[in-house]
């Protein structure tokens, strides 16, 4: 809703420029006066014109930048519903958001790379032959790829992490390491084996992130999910007494099941990952539970009544979920790997179903 209010604030501001500079274009080409109507010589009649010349250049001054004003166009981000109104070439004249064929071009990017090698050997005039070819960062690359296991990421249907666009991702992470390989006694100097250790920690770290951005977009759609079984269950009644506090009273859960997972969490190099994958579960567990919740002899429970539910259901059965989950049998943190978004955990563990992945994901 805050974003919306900026965005709405945004525009606003923009709309009442342009009508401030069409008002003063609209004024200079209307006459104000009769006399000047019928004559444009008469003393009266030029002090008028420049009077209102003065006003206009004034108000002009108040209507936004040109640049300003595209820079607010470009920044909102229309709904795909906008397609089904009418034609969406502006849409995609104003803001662009669709995927782009450079979020998969990854040739280019090892030309780049290559190209920023040479240039720095060029200004530290280094002397004999290097080792690194296109093709010895391409094997580098998809060497680095199947060791950091990102084939699972791009094993996820409908998740848009294609094996392209993943290399993309390492690569960029290369191009920008490069300037640090050329810079010291080596007079620019790279070989492939350090590129190489720079491409290896490169794919380390987009798994790495694409592991937290998979949990917390995860979480999300169990949170929301929570939502549609509560309405499932029990009307818009129940949604009505508890929508202005429902992530509070979800997130409020989670810390309640938490505890000894908690402290074992903090000490982890992977503590958002684990942290969203608990929420996760525990979002999971209460919507399961979801009769239970907002259950009452008559009608739904009252607000405070389903927030005690949430924390009691999260304190006892989710707590048991979370230890079946993320705790060995010797009550340390047991290994988890990424998951699906449509992956729904229950008791026993997440549920999968083989239309989730595609067997596609071998290294060409």
């Given at each position: 809703m805050?974003?919306g ?7 606003g ?8 500079a ?19 010589k ?8 420049s009077?209102d ?6 108000l002009a001054a ?15 981000t ?6 089904s109104?009418g ?13 782009k ?13 290559i190209?920023?090698l040479?240039a720095g ?5 280094a ?11 391409a ?6 790829y199947?060791r ?6 791009a ?5 848009n ?7 993309v991702?390492i ?7 490069i ?10 100097r ?11 920690r490169a ?13 917390l ?6 949170s ?10 029990h ?10 506090r ?5 997130l409020?859960g ?17 503590v ?19 009769v239970?919740?907002g ?16 924390n ?6 989710c ?19 990424p998951?699906?978004?449509r992956?729904?955990?229950?008791k ?14 071998s290294?060409?």
């Amino acid at each position: 809703m805050a974003a919306g209010n900026k965005v709405g604030a945004a525009v606003g501001g923009f709309l009442l420029g342009v009508l401030v500079a069409a008002g003063v274009h609209g004024a200079s080409r209307e006459h104000p006066t009769g006399n000047h109507g019928r004559s444009g010589k008469s003393g009266d009649g030029n002090s008028t014109t420049s009077s209102d010349d003065a006003r206009n250049r004034s108000l002009a001054a108040l209507a936004p930048a040109s640049a300003r004003q595209t820079a607010v166009l470009k920044s909102i981000t229309p709904a795909a519903d906008l397609g089904s109104v009418g034609s969406t070439d502006d849409r995609d004249q104003i803001g662009e958001t669709r995927s782009k064929d450079a979020d998969r071009d990854d040739a280019t990017l090892v030309a780049s790379i290559i190209e920023a090698l040479k240039a720095g050997e060029k200004k530290e005039k280094a002397s004999g032959e290097g080792d690194i070819s296109q093709h010895a960062i391409a094997l580098a690359v998809d060497d680095a790829y199947k060791r950091a296991r990102l084939d699972r990421f791009a094993s996820f249907v409908g998740e848009n992490w294609t094996p392209e666009r993943l290399r993309v991702m390492i690569l960029e992470r290369v191009d920008v390491a490069i300037k640090a390989l050329q810079n010291g006694t080596n007079k620019g100097r790279v070989s492939m084996s350090d590129l190489r250790l720079v491409i290896d920690r490169a794919a380390d770290d987009v798994y790495e992130r694409l592991f937290e951005t998979s949990e917390l977009l995860g979480k999300n759609r169990s949170s929301t999910l929570f939502v549609q079984s509560l309405y499932q269950a029990h009307g818009n009644e129940a949604i009505l007494k508890v929508r202005e506090r429902i992530e509070w009273m979800l997130l409020r859960g989670a810390v309640a099941s938490g505890g000894e997972f908690d402290a074992l969490i903090r000490r982890d190099a992977r503590v958002n990952v684990l942290s969203y994958r608990k929420q996760r579960i525990v979002f999971d567990c209460l919507a399961e539970n979801i009769v239970r919740v907002g259950a009452a002899i008559q009608g739904v429970a009252d607000e405070a009544e389903i927030e005690t539910r949430i924390n009691d259901l999260a304190k006892g059965e989710c707590r048991d979920w979370l230890t079946n989950q993320l705790t060995t049998p010797d009550r340390r943190l047991a290994p988890q790997q990424p998951m699906p978004l449509r992956t729904v955990w229950m008791k026993e563990g997440p549920v999968e179903d083989p239309s989730m992945y595609s067997s596609q994901t071998s290294i060409r």
